[in-house]
């Protein structure tokens, strides 16, 4: 018996079929041109569904594609033919749970954009390698919280010792005047 599950690639679209995100694991789609192309045919293929409220599912060059829309944006999460359609969709809800919480229930493209951070934290959470890690969002919340307050705290104290480097050597030069 399997107990490990495994997940092809995470991929976020906007409402065009461009790429805001994508994480691939799998050697089938190493590529940058299968890549593409894939996601080329998977935009084709779900853009005219409604799957606001609960995640569909299809199965689409022997993959099974779990995914969800919400406003401009669309989550998919990949996994092979045979992989475990309830898996796939917790993965999924984790994802889509825990950037909601972490965008504040404004999940757009912008947003996504503006704390992509944020958001490469998430899925780092949830999948390492392919290999499902974690599926409890508020666990997963609390740690890119924490992990991204960090990143903040040592953008802020960059920014002080520049802004003081700064201001002493303006104070330097206007006393040698």
């Known amino acids: ?31 940058p041109a299968t890549r593409l192309a894939f996601e080329k045919n998977l935009f084709t293929k779900t853009h005219k569904t409604t799957a606001k409220t609960d995640a569909e599912i299809i199965l689409l060059d022997n993959m099974t594609v779990i995914y969800r829309f919400d406003s401009d944006v669309m989550f998919y999460v990949v996994g092979g033919a045979d992989e475990n359609e309830a898996v796939l969709a917790s993965v999924l809800s984790t994802l889509y749970e825990t950037i909601n919480t972490l965008a504040r229930n404004q999940i757009d493209k912008r947003t996504l954009i503006e704390n992509f951070d944020v958001l490469v934290l998430t899925v780092d959470e949830i999948v390492d390698e392919g290999v499902i890690l974690e599926l409890d969002s508020q666990a997963i919340v609390s740690r890119v919280s924490l992990q991204s307050s960090e990143m903040d705290t040592v953008a802020v104290e960059k920014k002080l010792s520049q802004t003081a480097a700064s201001l002493k050597d303006s104070f330097v030069r206007s006393f040698l005047r």
């Open 1 to 31: 018996m399997d107990f490990l599950h495994f997940i092809k690639a995470i991929i976020i679209l906007d409402s065009d079929g461009k790429r805001i995100y994508s994480k691939y694991y799998s050697e089938d789609l190493s590529a």
